[in-house]
T-cell receptor, first 114, second 113 residues
Framework: AQSVTQLGSHVSVSEGALVLLRCNYSSSVPPYLFWYVQYPNQGLQLLLKYTSAATLVKGINGFEAEFKKSETSFHLTKPSAHMSDAAEYFCAVSEINAGNMLTFGGGTRLMVKP | DGGITQSPKYLFRKEGQNVTLSCEQNLNHDAMYWYRQDPGQGLRLIYYSQIVNDFQKGDIAEGYSVSREKKESFPLTVTSAQKNPTAFYLC????????????FGPGTRLTVL
């Protein structure tokens, strides 16, 4: 089974600073990869997804992620953090040979300091 | 507006009671999913259904049951056999392709008293 590791359950940045949230996956075949955001007591909203086209994927709210096969990584970045970016972020992998099943990482809570 | 609705938003249950969480979608999606979310553990798949009248167990199906009698509805029953049911429950739906996005409802927070 595939697995997803998000390094750092909590990340704190200052407003205006670079946001970097890390995601590594285990798979012998490049999977499809997703980043979701969750605000308190709400469902998940898709930020962006990689489906084997361009390795640099741009998403909503100024976020982007780069697929690096050699590093089995799909880290999420944003050049300048905004207070409204404070939320929990989940990386997910689409299971191979299992339809559209997703395997989620444990999540990273992003805190933005004024 | 197209989307996924879950009800109720908050649910309280006494130990030993079964409860049913509602999930409805008007996106015309074939596939629907139920996840459980606990702090620090991400989302774990309980059940999924790729077509009406068919569903499969996910990673943590014990103590849960589902039905899929209509395309737009996928209710989840938390039975008294579930040892630790207090959690946030999320429903999602998607079309059937592997690259297709899963869309999530707003969630139901279940608390066992």
């Amino acid at each position: 089974a595939q697995s997803v590791t998000q390094l750092g359950s909590h990340v704190s940045v200052s407003e205006g600073a670079l946001v970097l949230l890390r995601c590594n996956y285990s798979s012998s075949v490049p999977p499809y990869l997703f980043w979701y955001v969750q605000y308190p007591n709400q469902g998940l909203q898709l930020l962006l997804k990689y489906t084997s086209a361009a390795t640099l994927v741009k998403g909503i709210n100024g976020f982007e992620a780069e697929f690096k096969k050699s590093e089995t990584s799909f880290h999420l970045t944003k050049p300048s953090a905004h207070m409204s970016d404070a939320a929990e972020y989940f990386c997910a992998v689409s299971e191979i040979n299992a339809g559209n099943m997703l395997t989620f990482g444990g999540g990273t809570r992003l805190m933005v300091k004024p | 507006d197209g989307g996924i609705t879950q009800s109720p938003k908050y649910l309280f249950r006494k130990e030993g009671q079964n409860v049913t969480l509602s999930c409805e979608q008007n996106l015309n999606h074939d596939a629907m999913y139920w996840y459980r979310q606990d702090p620090g553990q991400g989302l774990r798949l309980i059940y999924y259904s790729q077509i009406v009248n068919d569903f499969q167990k996910g990673d943590i199906a014990e103590g849960y049951s589902v039905s899929r009698e209509k395309k737009e509805s996928f209710p989840l029953t938390v039975t008294s056999a579930q040892k630790n049911p207090t959690a946030f429950y999320l429903c999602a739906s998607s079309t059937s392709g592997r690259r297709d996005t899963q869309y999530f409802g707003p969630g139901t927070r279940l608390t066992v008293l």
